[in-house]
């Protein structure tokens, strides 16, 4: 995982280092801490200028640092994981791979199979010297990103990077679109000194009407966000990119049931483990659950076997804890996804190495209320009073007459049960549940300093609740239990899986019910394919930024192609039942697959977002709506520091 960026000037005069604020250098920095360097291209003959600057975090192989130039003075920055497609070798590293496969690439259509043939995550700024281009994207879901800003039409300036930081008013970073790949002729533009962009769409088939409407959408889509002086062009060979992926199956065959209405029995059937027993019971579903199993289980096996381990490295901190590291840890609820991550990860990962469970909780507002406002306690009396919570920070339960810590949310509570089922899987694996405790106060001091650059440019509720759970998450600072005493802990894993494209996929979402009761299973097709098309603009972006500013890669094995694939090739009434009850339709076939893989209470638990299961959501303002601006997420620019 890299942090790569690209600085293009077309006018001698300007001073590239203008266009790159040393806060985006330091951001980039924190995504690869183990190698910096910059190299500048100056082509003088043409006055323009390139930057390119790379910042590596090593995963594979030896330390390759970026950026990567050969002999013809190509350049290349790369941040990604080649899985499939193209051949990496276990001490191989795939940027030096994927470098020499470009380099030897003749044509535009050779580029574009090549990436085409890529199964993975990634995003890539090549420079191809010969012919004076600039090549960059991301992949088919946008599970990297990658940022574009323009400067205006006067100073012909432009810069892509993983991650922003300060701008200048009315210079605003975007995400650059995961629609296609773009091209820039830099020759051409330094001549007529204006900035005009290629476009290379992503599809599926090659009939010609298909290609015509498919260019016409995908350049309408883009343009609209593009400042008014940057022109956008379709390719003229009409060339594309090939899907990793197949088409979404929207068949709807008369028997799959179409509203709850009609089936008013099963929408009040009793919720429970048994239910899904009874389902197994049906040799389809199982076979469809063991195939679901399957793909599922080689997408983690990937992600979490693609990783260097470094022999000598202990956890010397805790003696009596496993001798080996954490090399990996999943963003952990106890609900259903990444139960299934964690139960999949134990069946590859080593195990004399322990898998961190990351849990996050958020002080709830009530029982902070009794803190007390007379006194600010120190730092050092926040961090006893996360180890051990005092009776002032407890409340009593008026069912069962124990005492509540403050952290108990949601998530905690499901959390914790969820590490029994795990425990009795494989007791013989080390399982770390990291007890990740946040206060309001270091909640608005770490958003204030880190966590607003990462979570733009995106700016609504939703994004500031999500991105600071995640991000406090996979942070990975908290407590674990050590022979029934809480000790400080911080996750070393540089591989943090996260379970996010499971309710795209399979309808886990509260709106696929009302979706589906209002048009049917037609209407929940093409809610859950909009879903799947919108999901590098609305989550990938912001989570690669978010876990990436640890020095930490975000993995994601339920977009792994083949998983999103099998998945496409399934009518939607084989993956969720929305005539059930929650805790049983929505992602029905996940629940199988966790059934069949020993998993038990977890597998029926219903779908809570993060941001309602951690209780970030009612830290701070109750009547805010999740689409609404936050304005706690406002950046300063330049001019106001």
């Excluded at 910042?55 to 499939?84: C, M």
């Excluded at 048994?274 to 659950?289: I, N, R, V």
């Excluded at 399982?431 to 770490?446: A, P």
Aim: proline letters at 4%.
């Amino acid at each position: 995982m890299c942090g790569i960026c690209c600085v293009v000037t077309l006018c001698s005069q300007l001073a590239i280092h203008d266009f790159l604020n040393e806060d985006i250098l330091c951001h980039l920095r924190r995504r690869g801490p183990d190698s910096s360097q910059q190299l500048i291209k100056a082509v003088s003959d043409l006055s323009y200028e390139c930057l390119f600057s790379g910042h590596v975090l090593r995963l594979r192989g030896l330390v390759t640092p970026q950026p990567l130039e050969d002999a013809k003075n190509n350049v290349f920055l790369w941040n990604g994981e080649i899985f499939n497609g193209v051949h990496v070798g276990d001490l191989e590293n795939d940027t030096e791979v994927m470098f020499h496969h470009l380099a030897s690439c003749s044509s535009e259509m050779d580029i574009l199979s090549l990436l085409s043939s890529i199964r993975g995550p990634w995003s890539f700024i090549y420079y191809e010297a010969p012919r004076h281009s600039l090549w960059f994207g991301r992949d088919y879901f946008g599970r990297r990103s990658l940022l574009w800003q323009f400067s205006n039409e006067a100073d012909n300036a432009f810069c892509l990077t993983s991650v922003s930081g300060y701008s200048k008013p009315g210079n605003q970073w975007q995400e650059v679109p995961a629609s296609g790949i773009f091209k820039i002729d830099l020759k051409a533009c330094a001549t007529t000194k204006s900035l005009s962009l290629t476009l290379f769409p992503w599809m599926y088939s090659c009939t010609e009407k298909s290609v015509e409407e498919t260019f016409i959408n995908v350049i309408d889509q883009v343009s609209k966000d593009l400042p008014n002086h940057i022109t956008l062009m379709v390719n003229k060979s009409k060339l594309w990119l090939r899907a990793p992926v197949i088409p979404l199956n929207k068949t709807v065959s008369e028997t799959s049931g179409d509203c709850p209405d009609s089936n008013s029995s099963n929408i009040n059937r009793v919720v429970s483990v048994e239910t899904l027993q009874d389902f197994l019971a049906e040799e389809h579903k199982k076979t469809l659950a063991c195939q679901f199993i399957d793909v599922l289980n080689e997408a983690v096996k990937r992600r979490v076997l693609c990783l260097f381990r470094a022999q000598d490295q202990v956890t010397r901190d805790i003696p009596s804890m496993s001798h080996t590291r954490a090399h990996v840890a999943v963003l952990f609820s106890g609900g259903i996804d990444s139960m299934v991550i964690a139960a999949l990860a134990d069946k590859h990962v080593p195990l004399e190495e322990p898998i961190d469970l990351l849990n996050v909780a958020f002080m709830m507002k009530e029982q902070a209320k009794h803190k007390g406002t007379t006194k600010r306690p120190t730092s050092h009396e926040v961090q006893l009073d996360l180890l051990c919570p005092q009776e002032s920070c407890q409340d009593l339960d008026a069912n069962t007459g124990a005492h509540l810590s403050c952290f108990d949310v949601p998530d905690r509570v499901t959390g914790r049960a969820g590490l029994k089922e795990l425990e009795a899987i494989n007791p013989s694996r080390t399982w770390n549940f990291v007890e990740i405790n946040v206060t309001l106060e270091e909640l608005k001091e770490m958003r204030k300093q880190r966590i607003n650059y990462l979570i733009y440019p995106l700016d609504t509720v939703l994004d500031d609740s999500i991105g600071c759970a995640i991000w406090f998450a996979s942070r990975g600072e908290g407590f674990i239990s050590n022979q029934g005493e809480l000790k400080p802990y911080k996750s070393p894993a540089k591989v943090v899986l996260t379970g996010i494209g499971a309710d795209e996929q399979l309808a886990g979402y509260s709106r696929h019910r009302v979706c589906f009761r209002k048009d049917g299973l037609e209407g929940l097709n093409k809610e859950l394919e909009m879903e799947l098309g919108r999901i590098s603009s609305r989550n990938l972006g912001r989570d690669d930024r978010i876990i990436g500013d640890h020095g930490k890669e975000a993995r994601f094995p339920f977009l792994d192609e083949d998983v999103v694939s099998f998945l496409n090739s399934l009518p939607v009434s084989e993956k969720a039942d929305l005539t059930l009850p929650r805790g049983i339709g929505e992602k029905l076939i996940l629940r199988l697959a966790a059934k069949q893989l020993g998993l038990t209470a977890s597998t029926v638990l219903p779908k809570r977002a993060v941001q309602f299961g951690s209780r970030i959501a009612k830290l701070e303002s109750n009547s805010e709506k999740a689409s609404d601006t936050c304005s706690r997420l406002k950046l300063l620019s330049v001019e106001e520091l």
